[in-house]
């Protein structure tokens, strides 16, 4: 009985001996595919809130970058279609629910694509990147992970994130969990619960994410016509988005353009016909996740309603009877 007890204590040592620092770990798959000359990601991304109107968006995203600064991300969901393309000259975005697209210099790597394209998310993303965001990490055990009919040994690595203050009243707080591949350290499978705090919110919303790649290929040719952007014929080209997204983080003061949009449950909502009651719009999101965005008419059942967009950020528009905006 000794014996066997000995041989289990060191096997079990042995292999907390071999595993990488969490920490180092979760910092390493977060810059790791800077460091390949070209890449092409496909990811399946799940989206919910839980809460009176529960919202689920399920989106696949694609991803083509070559270094330096060429790069293509494309979604679809229950809003349209959206699409970022950069060919190191200048860079467009084009949103199909708006028949809309912008072009701009262009961007080096999908974080700095993300804040000229979405000022608003500038705070949020300097904030995480100007400490360590995690509370505690911690390398839970192994696993595989199947992509492409391939498993593919991970290392699972568990994180507390710290509170993250999106704007001046609106907060975000959970826990990561990440599948990271033990070869090439790119995360193969992310989840994230979270918990949403704002001053407008009567009770916290509680989030959920999972992102899973379906396929990958690294330091391969990506076709230069990959990243030329031929807008639509019925597209027109503007300033910044107007209706359904508005690029300018400041809206205060200014009157909201009315639109109408339908809810998962088919019912059809008009900014017009909620004039002179209390309206609030959430846009919450991640790199690699979609984003919800919530109207309410009543302050108490507000009707779910999802769109696309990478990256975190928190914007509050509040409309009041006295002036209708």
Not at 128 to 134: A, Y
Request: glycine share 8%.
């Amino acid at each position: 009985m000794t014996l066997r007890f000995a041989i289990s204590f060191f096997c079990v040592s042995a292999m907390a001996q071999d595993l990488p620092d969490a920490r180092a770990l979760l910092k390493e798959t977060s810059t790791i595919l800077l460091q390949h000359k070209s890449y092409q990601l496909d990811q399946q991304a799940i989206f919910e809130t839980q809460g009176s109107t529960p919202v689920r968006l399920d989106m696949l995203l694609k991803m083509a970058v070559s270094n330096p600064g060429k790069l293509r991300i494309e979604s679809g969901g229950p809003l349209g279609k959206s699409l970022i393309v950069s060919d190191g000259e200048h860079s467009w975005m084009y949103l199909s629910a708006l028949k809309q697209y912008t072009k701009t210099h262009a961007a080096s790597t999908p974080e700095s694509m993300v804040k000229m394209m979405l000022p608003g998310m500038t705070d949020p993303l300097d904030q995480i990147n100007s400490k360590d965001p995690f509370l505690d990490v911690t390398i839970s055990g192994e696993e595989t992970v199947e992509v492409e009919g391939e498993k593919i040994p991970c290392y699972v690595v568990e994180a507390k994130l710290d509170t993250v203050k999106l704007t001046q009243s609106m907060q975000l707080s959970g826990v990561e969990k990440l599948w990271i591949d033990k070869k090439t350290r790119l995360t193969l499978k992310q989840t994230m619960s979270a918990t949403l705090k704002a001053g407008a919110l009567s009770d916290p919303a509680e989030v959920n994410q999972a992102v899973s790649v379906v396929s990958w290929k690294l330091d391969n040719e990506v076709p230069d016509e990959t990243f030329h952007f031929t807008p639509p014929e019925d597209a027109q080209l503007v300033a910044e988005f107007r209706g359904l997204v508005k690029a300018n983080s400041d809206l205060t003061g200014q009157s909201a353009p009315d639109f109408k949009l339908t809810s998962l449950d088919g019912k059809e909502f008009s900014l017009q016909n909620l004039r002179g009651k209390f309206v609030l719009l959430n846009f919450l999101g991640n790199l690699v996740c979609s984003v919800p965005e919530r109207s309410s008419g009543d302050g108490k059942t507000p009707p779910g309603i999802s769109q696309t967009r990478l990256g975190s950020t928190g914007h509050q528009r509040r409309r009041g009877p006295e002036d209708g905006k």
